[in-house]
C-alpha cells in the first residue's frame, strides 16, 4: 500500500472513527483501525463488535492496499503534524509496519494484517427511511438524558425507537431510566410504517448524534430485528441492538394533569441551579410550590449539613391550582435543558403522582414530553 493524502482530510475522518474504538482492549487488534487504499481513495474503518463506522475520503493511491494501525495513536499523530500532504507505505497486506511521512516527521507504526480484522455484518435491513440529519440528532439528544445506566436493566440501556399505533402514527423515541422518562416524536416519515420497535444502545445514540449534530444532509436508516444502520453523509455506522422488550412506557405516563404552571425556562434553570448550590448531594430534592392563582413559584432547597436556599420564580400566567411537590434536582435541571424554548409547562395532579413538563406551546405533549418521578420533601 502506497498513498497521499492531505492532513487536512485525514483527521477530521481520524477524529470521527478512533471514537468507536476501545483503549483498553483484550482484542488487540480492535485497538486498530483498517485503512484500505483502493482506485477510490482510502477507507477507514472501526468497530468494537457492536459497532462499525466506516468512511471514505480522497487520496492519492500508488499502490493500492489494506492494513490496520492503532487508531488513537495514529489520530495523535495526525493531530500534531502541520497541514501537507501525509505519505502512507506498507510493504503488503502483512506487513508489520506502517510508514508515516510528513514534512521532516518520520513515524514507523507497528501493523496487523487486514485479514485478521472483523466486519460486523448488517445482513438483510428491510425497513428503510430518511431523516434530516439534525432533527434525528435533535430527537437523540432530547431523549438521551434518561437512559439507564443500570447494566441489570440492559433494556433500559438505550432509546426506544419504534411507530406510534396511535391514529396520527409518528415515529417515536424514547428513553426511561425508572425515575424519568422522554419521548419524542417526529412526523413518520416515508419507509418508516411497518418498523419493528427497536433499541439502540447508548454508545450509538452519542456517537449518531455527533455524526447529525448540526448536520444539514440527510440521515438515512436502515432497520431490522438486530442491526441498524445510519448512512450520514460519506459515515456509515452499522450497530446491534439491545435485544430485550422494552416496558409499556405508556403507563408511566399521566393523563393531563389538572394543575398547571407555565415558567420561563431559562429564569427556572438558572433558579434551580443556583438553589442546588446547597445540595450537597446529586439526588438532593427542590421543593416546588405552586399556590392556586398565584403569580410565582417557590423553589426551596434544604440541607442539614449546609443550610438553605429559596428563591421565586414568575410565571407566566396564574397556576391553574396549588401543590407542594418535590423533584430531584439534577433531573429538573436536565428536564429544562432537553426542552429548550422559551416557556415551560409543569403540570401535575398531587405530590404523589409523576409529574409531567411540555414545552408551552405543545401542552397536550403530542410532541415532546419529559414525566419526572416525585421525592418526599
Avoid: W
Amino acid at each position: 500500500m502506497k498513498l497521499s493524502i492531505a492532513r487536512r482530510d485525514l483527521h477530521p475522518v481520524l477524529t470521527i472513527v478512533q471514537r468507536i474504538v476501545e483503549r483498553r482492549n483484550n482484542i488487540l487488534i480492535l485497538s486498530n483501525v483498517l485503512l484500505s487504499a483502493d482506485a477510490r481513495g482510502l477507507t477507514l474503518r472501526a468497530t468494537d463488535l457492536d459497532i462499525e463506522i466506516s468512511t471514505r475520503i480522497a487520496a492519492e493511491v500508488e499502490e493500492p492496499g489494506s492494513i490496520t494501525v492503532p487508531a488513537a495513536r495514529l489520530h495523535d499523530i495526525v493531530g500534531k503534524l502541520a497541514d501537507g500532504q501525509i505519505r502512507l507505505e506498507a510493504a503488503g497486506d502483512s506487513a508489520s509496519e506502517v510508514r508515516l511521512v510528513s514534512g521532516r516527521a518520520r513515524f514507523a507504526l507497528q501493523a496487523l494484517p487486514a485479514t485478521d480484522y472483523p466486519a460486523l455484518e448488517s445482513g438483510e435491513l428491510p425497513h428503510a427511511f430518511g431523516l434530516p440529519a439534525d432533527l434525528l440528532a435533535a430527537a437523540l439528544e432530547g431523549v438521551a438524558l434518561a437512559i439507564s445506566t443500570e447494566e441489570t436493566r440492559y433494556y433500559l440501556n438505550g432509546v426506544y425507537v419504534h411507530v406510534s399505533e396511535a391514529e396520527s402514527r409518528l415515529l417515536t423515541f424514547v428513553a426511561t431510566d425508572g425515575h424519568r422518562l422522554s419521548l419524542v416524536r417526529r412526523d413518520c416519515p416515508e419507509g418508516a410504517d411497518g418498523m419493528p420497535g427497536v433499541i439502540v444502545p447508548r454508545k450509538t445514540v452519542a456517537e449518531v448524534t455527533k455524526l447529525c449534530r448540526g448536520n444539514p444532509k440527510e440521515a438515512r436508516l436502515s432497520i431490522s430485528d438486530t442491526k441498524i444502520r445510519f448512512e450520514i453523509g460519506d459515515v456509515t455506522l452499522v450497530s446491534k441492538l439491545i435485544d430485550g422488550t422494552f416496558p409499556e412506557y405508556g403507563r408511566v405516563i399521566p393523563p393531563p394533569p389538572p394543575i398547571t404552571a407555565v415558567v420561563p425556562r431559562e429564569a427556572m434553570r438558572e433558579a434551580v441551579d443556583r438553589v442546588m448550590t446547597v445540595g450537597g448531594e446529586r439526588g438532593r430534592a427542590v421543593k416546588i410550590t405552586i399556590e392556586k392563582a398565584a403569580s410565582e413559584m417557590r423553589l426551596e432547597v434544604t440541607n442539614a449539613d449546609a443550610g438553605s436556599a429559596v428563591e421565586t420564580v414568575d410565571m407566566a400566567a396564574p397556576a391553574s391550582g396549588g401543590i407542594v411537590i418535590g423533584l430531584n434536582g439534577q433531573y429538573l435541571a436536565g428536564a429544562l435543558d432537553a426542552l429548550g424554548g422559551d416557556t415551560v409547562s409543569i403540570a401535575a395532579t398531587d405530590p404523589g403522582s409523576p409529574v409531567q413538563m411540555t414545552p408551552a406551546d405543545d401542552l397536550a405533549g403530542t410532541r415532546r414530553l419529559i414525566v419526572v418521578m416525585p421525592m418526599r420533601v
